[in-house]
């Protein structure tokens, strides 16, 4: 099974940054530019790029929709997929971002809001084009850009969407996320065995032996983003890292 290494792209206030746990100051990076950022990931050999607007994930509302688009565009010739999460409330937020040309739209706090925009969704645009995001703090769901917690196990709510008919989940320990100390593997796997879909991992990578980790427990991708921007290794080597023999 082909393992991809994803870079992300989060942007707040119109720059593209990296927060240490979601947290807003907590900046380990931010660069001007989030679509020169994205097109470097892409010259470097992406094939796949994660973008979050971070603004929208709090205020719930789509902020940074611009430099999306101009992403998309810029990426339209370059068999790049594109996924986007963050201050998507609704179908006609969704639909909006797959009719331009998205590849993936990412939900989070509107699929456990309301479910039913899952199945929705799958049923408009296919399964293979929803994914919903479980971002997971002391072994519950976050919702509100991880401002709230749930009262639901990622596992609960991953066989819930599984059965709704999302394609792909993407799975984020906020415990471990932007802290550059390693991955905590258990609760990727536990994710894993529990669904039949594909599951992206995401939160706390800072080695090539974590990206070889993740893939060994059977995880589908691994979002990257400290590590990358901090040089604790370059795009290229994460994906000889993971390449198949």
């Given at each position: 099974m082909k393992f991809e290494v994803i870079p992300a792209v989060d942007m707040k206030k119109g720059k593209c940054v990296q927060l240490v746990q979601g947290v807003p100051g907590s900046e380990l990076v931010s660069l001007d530019d989030p679509v020169e950022a994205a097109l470097d990931w892409v010259r470097q050999g992406a094939e796949t790029l994660h973008l979050v607007d971070l603004d929208g994930a709090i205020e719930g509302r789509r902020v940074n929709s611009l430099i999306i688009e101009k992403i998309v565009e810029a990426c339209?010739?370059?068999?790049v997929e594109i996924q986007v999460g963050g201050g998507i409330r609704s179908?006609?937020?969704a639909a909006g971002l797959l009719d331009l040309g998205v590849s993936r739209v990412i939900l989070g706090t509107a699929a456990l809001q309301d479910p039913e925009l899952v199945r929705r969704l799958s049923g408009a645009y296919g399964s293979e084009r929803v994914t919903v995001a479980l971002d997971a703090k002391n072994g519950k769901v976050s919702?509100?850009?991880?401002?709230?917690?749930?009262e639901y196990t990622p596992v609960e709510m991953g066989r819930d969407f599984e059965a709704l008919g999302a394609g792909s989940l993407l799975f984020t320990n906020i415990d471990s996320e932007g802290l550059l100390q390693g991955v905590?593997?258990?609760?990727t796997e536990e994710l894993v065995k529990s669904v039949g879909i594909p599951v992206i991992a995401?939160?706390?990578v800072s080695s090539l032996e974590d990206l070889r980790t993740l893939k060994k427990i059977g995880a589908s991708g691994v979002?990257?983003?400290s590590a990358l921007y901090t040089g604790r290794f370059t795009l290229g080597e994460a994906i000889e890292a993971v390449r198949v023999d």
């Open positions: 339209r010739e370059k068999a179908f006609e937020d919702i509100k850009g991880w401002t709230e917690e749930s905590n593997p258990g609760p995401s939160g706390g979002v990257v983003g």
